[in-house]
């Protein structure tokens, strides 16, 4: 699979390697890790096709080897990319069809897409309220992540800017944190291993900056491991303990990524009320929320 085929004729060469059509998977070991259907074949050459061009676009194949060269990390990065774009049933099947060429289970990455569609936004008033019925721990990184428009993993990836760069393939607009002039900028790491600046206000930073760890700890969460600076609570420990804050609180919970959806719609009047038209506005807080589209961002403004 060398780097002049075309991302499809690699997807269907990988999967040629795996065919066992018409031989029972039954009571046969040799067939595991292998395709018995061809509705199944036809599925992970589509999703293949997918990853390959992922491979070639993020330059992670400096060998030229294409699919052959996929490796866990590369299939996380194309998972938590994908998921910002496509549903849960096609992110599975992306998720399967690489396990099938790496023959290792890989970590289940929750839908964004999905998400957005399913959640809505918490008003200020009931963030508050929910952090208020949280241990300290959470209740800070239910506060930082409303303030910084944060995915629960990312609070565990917090950094000062100093440490680390943002992403250098993306144009990053001078509009950013536009209007918010008490804010301190951090870096986190976010889908597909974006790496961007956030904004968390000066108040929440001090705090913040209290918990800062004398020596990085790696913290696993969904099988994925994070290098962590700070001693908050993120990923699914958070999820939960914001969920079962709200329902105690509200009497009903939309999820921890709703305070998402309040950051998108308060940065949009926001940068609006500062002269930017929908579209300038909408760019800039995709920006800062870490969408590769700006669509995405859209769907969390209803």
């Not at 997807?11 to 018409?22: E, T």
């Not at 990184?141 to 950094?159: K, M, Q, V």
């Not at 969920?243 to 709703?258: F, N, P, Q």
Request: charged fraction near 25%; glycine fraction near 8%; proline fraction near 2%.
């Amino acid at each position: 699979m060398g780097r002049f085929r075309t991302s499809e004729s690699q997807a269907r060469y990988a999967v040629s390697q795996k065919l066992s059509i018409g031989k029972p998977r039954h009571k046969n070991r040799s067939s595991v890790g292998r395709i018995h259907s061809l509705g199944t074949a036809r599925t992970y050459v589509d999703s293949l096709k997918g990853v390959a061009a992922f491979i070639a676009e993020q330059k992670l194949d400096p060998a030229g080897k294409g699919l052959s060269s996929l490796t866990c990390g590369a299939a996380n990065a194309y998972l938590e990319f994908r998921a910002q774009i496509v549903g849960q049933k096609q992110l599975d099947k992306d998720r399967q069809a690489m396990q099938m060429l790496l023959r290792e289970k890989l970590a289940v990455v929750k839908s964004e897409f999905d998400q957005a569609l399913e959640s809505r936004a918490y008003t200020q008033l009931q963030i508050q309220l929910v952090a208020g019925a949280q241990t300290r721990k959470y209740e800070l990184s239910t506060l930082i992540a409303a303030d910084a428009g944060l995915r629960a993993h990312e609070l565990l990836t917090l950094r000062p800017t100093e440490e680390r760069s943002v992403s250098s393939h993306r144009t990053w607009r001078e509009e950013r944190f536009e209007g918010r002039v008490d804010v301190k900028r951090y870096i986190v790491v976010g889908k597909g291993g974006l790496i961007r600046e956030v904004g968390i206000s000066m108040e929440l930073a001090d705090q913040l900056e209290s918990l800062r760890l004398d020596e990085p700890r790696i913290e696993t969460d969904r099988e994925i491991y994070y290098e962590q600076f700070y001693d908050v609570g993120g990923g699914m420990r958070w999820s939960d303990s914001f969920s079962k804050a709200a329902k105690r609180e509200l009497g009903w919970s939309t999820g921890a990524h709703g305070v998402r959806h309040a950051f998108a719609q308060t940065r949009m009047r926001a940068l609006q009320s500062l002269g930017h038209n929908y579209e300038t506005a909408l760019a800039i807080a995709s920006q800062e929320m870490g969408h590769f589209r700006p669509e995405i961002t859209e769907v969390y403004l209803r």
